[in-house]
């Protein structure tokens, strides 16, 4: 991956921010876990200077609140991210070659192509797998993007 020309990160949520689990209480509300590892590696990209980006098909209002704790642009309840990407990169000026985009699933896989470099965490689909350009060692919601942060820092987390 040749991190010089990246400009934007996107982030699926489900699956990368988050192990894919989601937990319902009694009344029907909705919980995920999130990983404060992750947290701090979106703040560590901040200060290199990448632009990021969560992108989510999810309608669940944890997806907002996630991205407005982290301070983080967020187009959530996308039914085609593809499309969504496209039209985010034409309005912010950025080429679709300059964006790494990482997921997880088949619902990722049409914006991942579009995008000049794709990332996936460990346990992704093999669809996701097999057009990845960057595998984290990591399985989503386990520090996915902490990872990446070190990466991107040439592995230190100044």
């Given at each position: 991956?040749?991190?010089?020309?990246?400009?934007?990160?996107?982030?699926?949520?489900?699956?990368?921010?988050?192990?894919?689990?989601?937990?319902?209480?009694?009344?029907?509300?909705?919980?995920?876990?999130?990983?404060?590892?992750?947290?701090?590696?979106?703040?560590?990209?901040?200060?290199?200077?990448?632009?990021?980006?969560?992108?989510?098909?999810?309608?669940?209002?944890?997806?907002?609140?996630?991205?407005?704790?982290?301070?983080?642009?967020?187009?959530?309840?996308?039914?085609?991210?593809?499309?969504?990407?496209?039209?985010?990169?034409a309005n912010e000026g950025i080429?679709?070659?300059?964006?790494?985009?990482?997921?997880?699933?088949?619902?990722?896989?049409?914006?991942?192509?579009?995008?000049?470099?794709?990332?996936?965490?460990?346990?992704?689909?093999?669809?996701?797998?097999?057009?990845?350009?960057?595998?984290?060692?990591?399985?989503?919601?386990?520090?996915?993007?902490?990872?990446?942060?070190?990466?991107?820092?040439?592995?230190?987390?100044?």
């Amino acid at each position: 991956m040749d991190i010089k020309n990246i400009k934007l990160i996107v982030y699926d949520f489900d699956g990368v921010m988050t192990d894919n689990r989601v937990y319902v209480d009694q009344d029907g509300r909705e919980m995920a876990c999130v990983n404060r590892g992750d947290g701090l590696g979106v703040g560590l990209i901040r200060k290199l200077g990448y632009r990021q980006l969560i992108l989510s098909t999810e309608v669940n209002p944890i997806v907002a609140r996630r991205a407005e704790k982290l301070k983080l642009p967020v187009l959530h309840r996308v039914p085609d991210k593809a499309t969504a990407l496209k039209e985010y990169c034409a309005n912010e000026g950025i080429q679709l070659s300059q964006v790494l985009f990482i997921g997880n699933d088949v619902n990722d896989l049409e914006a991942m192509k579009l995008a000049g470099y794709g990332g996936a965490p460990a346990d992704a689909e093999p669809e996701i797998l097999a057009v990845a350009d960057w595998i984290s060692t990591k399985a989503g919601g386990a520090g996915v993007i902490r990872e990446l942060a070190r990466i991107l820092s040439g592995g230190t987390d100044e």
